[in-house]
T-cell receptor, first 116, second 112 residues
Framework: QQQVKQSPQSLIVQKGGISIINCAYENTAFDYFPWYQQFPGKGPALLIAIRPDVSEKKEGRFTISFNKSAKQFSLHIMDSQPGDSATYFC???????????????FGKGTLLTVNP | DTEVTQTPKHLVMGMTNKKSLKCEQH?????MYWYKQKAKKPPELMFV???????INESVPSRFSPECPNSSLLNLHLHALQPEDSALYLCASSLVGADTQYFGPGTRLTVL
């Protein structure tokens, strides 16, 4: 019940295309859903995050869509660029209200390659 | 300043060595974390400190010994490690009671 399932494992997109990564969870106590971007040899960097009270959040070319009833959330990268090539991790935590805000449960990651 | 720094960037050690990893942040965060990340895997939580006190130990072997000497510093002392402990060790920090964790660049550890 603590798992976050992420798909696809890898994704190849042409420059200018849309990259879509999906995550699903089962624990209804999860209250905070961040996406992290990680380049090789670097630490994960917070990209964008959402809470269940909104269905969509957009920051520049990055959008999170959230479906509370389906317990799914996804990351959309519009106008994908070669510089977006990285590993993307979705994550979830119970958040402050859940009392265990420290424990992020990560998906297994998606390796995105954007071809020029 | 929104940066978490980690030193060294790379560390190679033998199984009988004692070494330490260092993490520092000046964002006023009072929660600090150690994660271990193997290649092509997500980060795995090891320890959490809150207000300089250890609050979570994810059943980590005693050859890893964390220390939080003050609100800006977090150390991970290493002793008698095994080759399978080779990984990227990540430090992160957050405000206590806040959800967003900020990660450092990591220390790439190789145990020979």
């Amino acid at each position: 019940q603590q798992q976050v399932k992420q798909s696809p494992q890898s994704l190849i997109v042409q420059k200018g295309g849309i990259s879509i990564i999906n995550c699903a969870y089962e624990n209804t106590a999860f209250d905070y859903f961040p996406w992290y971007q990680q380049f090789p040899g670097k630490g994960p960097a917070l990209l964008i995050a959402i809470r269940p009270d909104v269905s969509e959040k957009k920051e520049g070319r990055f959008t999170i869509s959230f479906n509370k009833s389906a317990k799914q959330f996804s990351l959309h990268i519009m106008d994908s660029q070669p510089g977006d090539s990285a590993t993307y991790f979705c994550a979830a935590s119970p958040g402050v209200s859940g009392g265990s805000n420290y424990k992020l449960t990560f998906g297994k990651g998606t390796l995105l390659t954007v071809n020029p | 300043d929104t940066e978490v720094t980690q030193t060294p960037k790379h560390l190679v050690m033998g199984m009988t060595n004692k070494k330490s990893l260092k993490c520092e942040q000046h964002m006023g965060h009072r929660a600090m974390y150690w994660y271990k990340q193997k290649a092509k895997k997500p980060p795995e939580l090891m320890f959490v400190y809150s207000y300089e006190k250890l609050s979570i130990n994810e059943s980590v072997p005693s050859r890893f010994s964390p220390e939080c000497p003050n609100s800006s510093l977090l150390n991970l002392h290493l002793h008698a490690l095994q080759p399978e402990d080779s990984a990227l060790y990540l430090c992160a920090s957050s405000l206590v009671g806040a959800d967003t964790q900020y990660f450092g660049p990591g220390t790439r550890l190789t145990v020979l």
